[in-house]
């Protein structure tokens, strides 16, 4: 079964440092890759999305595709109380029928302390 | 981004009554939309892919007499939960996407209370 894994958590951190979030995903076809926070009770919302291997910045957020080792990870730099949420991990995976179906891992939480 | 827009945003409805939820791209137009589920602290899970003009695609599991999607438009799907029963609780989210390897947008999510 193609999948998308994410180490549940929780992940703490303490303000102002890196926080690093990792993904793994099971379709060597994948080609895009995307990370959404979702807080509790509210929709996800997209952060990033990264198409090629290497290194795609954005603000405090830094994505980083190796599609060799089928791995994606989201770097979030000075880490902020408000960025506590749970952040999904989705590749677009190939399914039957020539489709491509996003398919989101089970989220990891990261709390950031004061 | 773009904005797709979700109606209702929460729901209460009596036990084997129908309730409709509506999916709306509002600034661009939706080749596929994608229904999930997620029940608390669980993650995201599939329910169904919808695109335009054709049936939908249904996840193993999923009963498609029961969760009725019409995907009529470019820009509008709705998923009809019928005869909801209180295990139906959970929060829908509908997302959508301009074609195949593009992000993905989601509604605010639509919290349906079955009582």
């Known amino acids: 079964q193609k999948e998308v894994e994410q180490n549940s958590g929780p992940l703490s951190v303490p303000e102002g440092a890196i926080a690093s979030l990792n993904c793994t995903y099971s379709?060597?076809?994948?080609?895009?890759f995307f990370w959404y926070r979702q807080y509790s009770g509210k929709s996800p919302e997209l952060i990033m999305f990264i198409y090629s291997n290497g290194d795609k910045e954005d603000g405090r957020f830094t994505a980083q595709l190796n599609k060799a080792s089928q791995y994606v990870s989201l770097l979030i730099r000075d880490s902020q109380p408000s960025d506590s949420a749970t952040y999904l991990c989705?590749?677009?995976?190939?399914?039957?029928?020539?489709?491509?179906?996003?398919?989101f891992g089970r989220g990891t939480s990261l709390i950031v302390h004061p | 981004g773009a904005v797709v827009s979700q109606h209702p945003s929460w729901v209460i409805c009596k036990s084997g009554t129908s309730v409709k939820i509506e999916c709306r791209s509002l600034?661009?137009?939706?080749?596929?939309m994608f229904w999930y589920r997620q029940f608390p602290k669980q993650s995201l899970m599939l329910m169904a892919t919808s695109n335009e003009g054709s049936k939908a695609t249904y996840e193993q599991g999923v009963e498609k007499d029961k969760f009725l999607i019409n995907h009529a438009s470019l820009t509008l799907s709705t998923l009809t939960v019928t005869s909801a029963h209180p295990e139906d609780s959970s929060f829908y989210i509908c997302?959508?996407?301009?074609?195949?390897?593009?992000?993905?947008?989601f509604g605010q999510g639509t919290r349906l209370t079955v009582v």
């Open positions: 379709d060597r076809g994948s080609q895009s």
């Open positions: 600034d661009f137009q939706a080749t596929t």
């Open positions: 997302s959508a996407r301009f074609n195949m390897n593009t992000e993905a947008f």
């Open positions: 989705a590749a677009t995976l190939h399914a039957s029928g020539g489709s491509y179906i996003p398919t």
